[in-house]
C-alpha cells in the first residue's frame, strides 16, 4: 500500500557559498525565496564566477517525500519534468531511492527542468533564487488518481501556489484526496508564498487540511499578526494538527488532543536550507508509522538539527535516514 503521495516542483538544487556582499550586489532578500526566469539564472551563475556549486536532487516536496521514504515509508512523487540534464538527474536520484516518480514529459527543446541556486551565507542562512522551468505548469495529469485514492496521505507543497495552473492542480488533487479519505497535508512552504501567492494557497487548503507544516514567520504572515499565539489559534481552525518549527526552540505541535512545545537540539548550523522538508518528512514518515504527535515532532526535530549541520537539503546517503531512524 502505498503511504504518502508527494506533488510538487521538481528542481536541481545548486549550493553556494557566498557572502551577504554578493546578496547585496545582485539586490537579493537575504534568507527568502525569489522566482526568476532562465535569463536571470544565467547571470546569476555567471556573476558566482569559480565558486564551488554541489547539485542535488531537491525542491521542497521531493526533500520531503526523499526523507520519508528513506525512514520506511512507500511513496509517491508526482511532478513535471523536462528531457534534460536536470530533468535525468532528478529522475534517477528519485527512482534510485525507491520513489515512484513521474516519467519525463515530451518537450520541446527550449522547456528546461527547474533549478534552484542556494546561496549560503556564512551565518548558515540561505537565500534560494528559483526558475521553475516546467515546474511553473504542473498538470493534474501528471497525478495517478488510482495511486492517490489508495495512499495513506497526500503532501503538497505550498510553491505550488505560485502559478495558477500548479495551483489548480494541488487543489483538485486535495479534493479528491478528501473524498477518498486520504489525509492532506500541506506546507505553506515559504512567506514569500503567503505574501504574494495567498489565493493560491488558500484555494489548496479549502475547508482545511489535516495536517499543516510551516515555521513562526510563516504563520504570523499567514494570520496577518506578530503574535505567534494567536496566528496558532487561527492556523487551528484550518487545521486538524498543526507543527509550528521554531529553529533551535524546536516546535509547537496543536492537535484534537492538546498542544505542546518539543524542545530543539543545539548545534552549529552550516546551511539551514532543507531542515522544514527533512521536518516535515521525518514527521510524516513517524505519524504514519503509528508514533504519537509529540514523539514525531520529537523526531523531525533529531532530523532537522541533523540535516543543518552539513550542507545541502538531504544526508549524504539512504544509510544516514535509516542509521537515523534506528537510533529513535
Not at 108 to 134: F, H, I, K, W, Y
Not at 231 to 252: F, H, N, R
Amino acid at each position: 500500500m502505498l503511504d504518502l503521495l508527494g506533488i510538487g516542483n521538481a528542481i536541481v538544487d545548486t549550493d553556494v557559498e557566498v557572502d551577504d556582499s554578493f546578496l547585496q550586489q545582485e539586490s537579493l532578500l537575504k534568507g527568502q525565496m525569489t522566482l526568476i526566469d532562465s535569463a536571470r539564472m544565467t547571470q546569476l551563475v555567471d556573476s558566482l564566477g569559480q565558486r564551488t556549486m554541489r547539485r542535488c536532487s531537491g525542491g521542497s516536496a521531493a526533500n520531503t517525500i526523499y526523507a520519508a521514504q528513506a525512514f520506511g515509508l512507500n511513496t509517491s512523487y508526482a511532478c513535471q519534468l523536462a528531457d534534460d540534464e536536470n530533468g535525468r538527474h532528478f529522475f534517477r536520484e528519485m527512482q534510485d531511492a525507491g520513489i515512484v516518480t513521474s516519467q519525463i514529459s515530451a518537450m520541446n527543446d527550449e522547456q528546461r527542468s527547474g533549478q534552484c541556486l542556494v546561496l549560503v551565507t556564512p551565518d548558515a542562512q540561505r537565500t534560494m533564487c528559483t526558475d521553475l522551468g516546467v515546474s511553473k505548469d504542473f498538470s493534474y495529469a501528471r497525478v495517478n488518481e488510482s495511486d492517490l485514492r489508495a495512499a495513506k496521505c497526500l503532501y503538497i507543497e505550498g510553491y505550488l501556489s505560485a502559478s495558477e495552473l500548479s495551483s489548480q492542480s494541488a487543489a483538485r488533487s486535495a479534493a479528491l484526496a478528501n473524498a477518498s479519505s486520504t489525509q492532506v497535508a500541506l506546507t505553506l512552504s515559504d512567506i514569500s508564498m503567503i505574501e504574494f501567492c495567498r489565493d493560491g494557497l488558500s484555494a489548496i487548503v479549502g475547508d482545511g487540511v489535516d495536517t499543516l507544516f510551516c515555521n513562526a514567520d510563516e504563520a504570523t504572515a499567514w494570520a496577518k499578526t506578530d503574535r505567534l499565539d494567536i496566528a496558532i489559534s487561527e492556523l487551528k481552525d484550518i487545521a486538524k494538527e498543526l507543527y509550528v518549527t521554531l529553529g533551535s526552540e524546536g516546535a509547537e505541535v496543536c492537535n484534537l488532543e492538546g498542544r505542546w512545545q518539543v524542545g530543539g537540539e543545539s548545534v552549529v548550523a552550516v546551511d539551514t536550507n532543507g531542515a522544514g522538508d527533512m521536518f516535515a518528512g521525518a514527521c510524516l514518515a513517524a505519524r504514519l508509522q503509528g508514533a504519537e504527535a509529540i514523539h514525531a515532532a520529537r523526531f523531525a526535530n533529531r532530523a532537522a538539527a541533523r540535516v543543518i549541520t552539513q550542507f545541502g537539503a538531504r544526508l549524504p546517503s539512504l544509510a544516514d535516514y535509516q542509521l537515523l531512524r534506528a537510533t529513535e
